[in-house]
């Protein structure tokens, strides 16, 4: 069972920056794509970035120039450096990994999230 455990989250100011960690038991570059996500007050889950296996890498509008994903070998986690953070940043960030069966169907696991709160 794949289990994805995020952390780094916190309360900042804004204009300040974080980074978030996503760790898993077995091999991050398993994985067919990683992806973040942001949870709002509404629940409403929105796609923060993504990277796919050969590293290449897409973002939300509205995090583009401030957000960079990444990949860590060395300690197998994937990362979220956010700078500039906004208030309009703040939510629940859920990693999650998308893995490819050899009969083509499509896994996706998630973690239980990190908070990020922004101040004013």
């Known amino acids: 069972q794949v289990q994805l455990v995020e952390s780094g989250g916190g309360l900042v100011q804004a204009g300040g920056s974080l980074r978030l960690s996503c760790t898993t038991s077995?091999?991050?570059?398993?994985?067919?794509?990683m992806e973040w996500y942001r949870q709002g007050p509404g629940n409403q889950r929105e796609l923060v970035a993504h990277i796919a296996s050969d590293g290449r890498t897409d973002y939300a509008e509205s995090v583009k120039g401030r957000f960079t994903i990444s990949r860590d070998r060395a300690n197998n986690m994937m990362l979220l450096k956010m700078n500039s953070l906004k208030p309009e940043d703040t939510g629940l960030y859920l990693c999650?990994?998308?893995?490819?069966?050899?009969?083509?169907?499509?896994?996706?696991?998630w973690g239980k999230g990190t908070l990020v709160t922004v101040s004013s």
């Open positions: 077995g091999s991050i570059f398993s994985f067919n794509a």
């Open positions: 999650n990994a998308e893995s490819l069966t050899e009969l083509g169907y499509v896994l996706n696991y």
